[in-house]
């Protein structure tokens, strides 16, 4: 088992490495970002109702939030049913300790590519927004521990939903509920400019916490009077990012056992002969 665990480590820092050193995947990363910059920078001089404080500046930390929940959840879920479909995971599950290794390695490339997607976004805009992460050390350890707690919450969850996809076209499946959740969780606009009812509905799911806490961690003190109860609510964003790592530990392994059972030679082939018949 210690040897499965090192050697995931050691195949998630090789598809890492491989997934930046790659042109096509580095600017699928970037353009997106680009244009995400752009946008934000568009909303720089509209401020939150009620204050001075530039509007694309209080979004950004929701923008991380947001990048951080895909990363985990989309992410790794896709990377799943991908590997499911060209026979990567029938070979995991032929190896002794291979399912081991491969989602420790599948967690640890996946950490570390939303690492970089935060740094792709908070880099820039330390230089194009006042007022982010004016509160020194306090401001990075709470970022930190948003991170961890986050990244926890997301990657099972994005684990049992890749089980659960039948193929990568299935993802679409995924992605729509993602970003209709988008739109009601606070990330370009306050919360509490919603209905009520919307609020309780971003409030359930992880993406409104994550941007509470990058909120929390980057904004000024004085911003958390724009949010529910106008606090930080940080014992809140611990619980209920908690309450979805606890879910997603519990859920995970017993779909990824069943995952892994109904693989078989014949089962791979049979996705690929169907792969072909829509091709031709």
Same mark, same amino acid.
């Given at each position: 088992m210690t040897t499965a665990v090192r050697l995931g480590v050691r195949r998630g820092w090789i598809e890492f490495r491989q997934t930046v050193t790659n042109a096509e995947d580095v600017m699928?990363?970037?353009?997106?970002? *680009?244009?995400?910059?752009?946008?934000?920078?568009?909303?720089?001089?509209?401020?939150?109702?009620?204050?001075?404080?530039?509007?694309?500046?209080?979004?950004?930390?929701?923008?991380?939030?947001?990048? %951080?929940?895909?990363?985990?959840?989309?992410?790794?879920a896709a990377w799943l049913s991908v590997d499911r479909e060209d026979g990567t995971l029938?070979? *995991?599950?032929?190896?002794?300790?291979?399912?081991?290794? $491969?989602?420790?390695?599948?967690?640890?490339?996946?950490?570390?590519?939303?690492?970089? /997607?935060?740094?792709?976004v908070l880099v820039p805009s330390l230089f194009l927004f006042e007022g982010l992460a004016t509160g020194g050390a306090r401001a990075w350890l709470t970022l930190l521990w948003v991170l961890a707690v986050g990244l926890l919450a997301t990657?099972?969850?994005? *684990? *049992? %939903?890749?089980?659960?996809?039948?193929?990568?076209?299935?993802?679409?499946?995924?992605?729509?509920?993602?970003?209709?959740?988008?739109?009601?969780?606070?990330?370009? $606009?306050?919360?509490?400019?919603?209905?009520? &009812?919307?609020? &309780?509905?971003?409030?359930?799911?992880?993406? $409104?916490? /994550?941007?509470?806490?990058?909120?929390?961690?980057?904004?000024p003190d004085t911003m958390a009077a724009v949010e529910i109860g106008e606090s930080w609510r940080h014992l809140e964003t611990l619980g209920v990012l908690g309450v979805w790592a606890v879910l997603g530990f519990a859920l995970a392994p017993a779909l990824l056992r069943r995952m892994a059972r109904r693989e078989s030679g014949s089962a791979v082939a049979a996705r690929r002969e169907r792969a072909m018949q829509r091709v031709s």
């Open positions: 699928g990363a970037i353009i997106p970002v *680009a244009i995400l910059l752009v946008v934000l920078v568009f909303m720089r001089d509209a401020t939150v109702p009620g204050t001075t404080f530039s509007l694309g500046a209080t979004a950004v930390p929701g923008v991380l939030g947001m990048s %951080l929940v895909y990363s985990g959840m989309v992410g790794i029938l070979r *995991a599950k032929a190896t002794p300790n291979g399912m081991v290794g $491969y989602l420790v390695g599948k967690v640890c490339a996946t950490s570390a590519s939303a690492v970089l /997607m935060l740094l792709l990657l099972p969850i994005g *684990a *049992a %939903l890749g089980s659960l996809a039948r193929s990568p076209r299935s993802m679409g499946l995924i992605m729509l509920p993602f970003m209709a959740l988008t739109g009601v969780s606070g990330v370009f $606009y306050p919360i509490t400019a919603l209905p009520e &009812w919307l609020q &309780w509905v971003g409030q359930a799911f992880p993406i $409104y916490w /994550m941007g509470l806490g990058m909120r929390s961690a980057l904004l």
